[in-house]
């Protein structure tokens, strides 16, 4: 079992940056992969950015790809995602998954979430 629980959300004009943290718990943290996904009001949920165990793969959405990046403490049981240049259509709850990895490899597919921080832009 990993206990996952994201910081950083928060109101931004349009522009701007911010930084979303993911402490996690319960597991060796270095041994899963890890994602942020979001999900904007009446729209499905979708993975924006993952990262593998090392941090050595990552994935990023088309839709963040160039203004938002992950990384990943393992010493600190924590996982970022740095998001620059924000437009409105970034608003929505942005939550930390993991999975558990065999391979250092991303995955898209999650057996954990965290409870979900809001980020909302304004134009």
């Known amino acids: 079992q990993v206990q996952l629980v994201e910081s950083g959300g928060g109101l931004v004009q349009a522009g701007g940056s911010l930084r979303l943290s993911c402490a996690a718990s319960g597991r060796t943290f270095s041994g899963y992969a890890m994602g942020w996904s979001r999900q904007a009001r009446g729209k499905d949920r979708e993975t924006v950015a993952a990262i593998s165990w090392s941090g050595s793969n990552t994935y990023y959405a088309d839709s963040v790809k160039g203004r938002f990046t992950i990384s990943r403490d393992n010493a600190k049981n924590t996982v970022y995602l740095q998001m620059n240049s924000l437009k409105p259509e970034d608003t929505a709850v942005y939550y930390c998954?993991?999975?558990?990895?065999?391979?250092?490899?991303?995955?898209?597919?999650?057996?954990?979430w965290g409870q979900g921080t809001q980020v909302t832009v304004s134009s």
């Open positions: 998954a993991a999975k558990y990895s065999y391979h250092d490899l991303i995955t898209l597919s999650y057996d954990y």
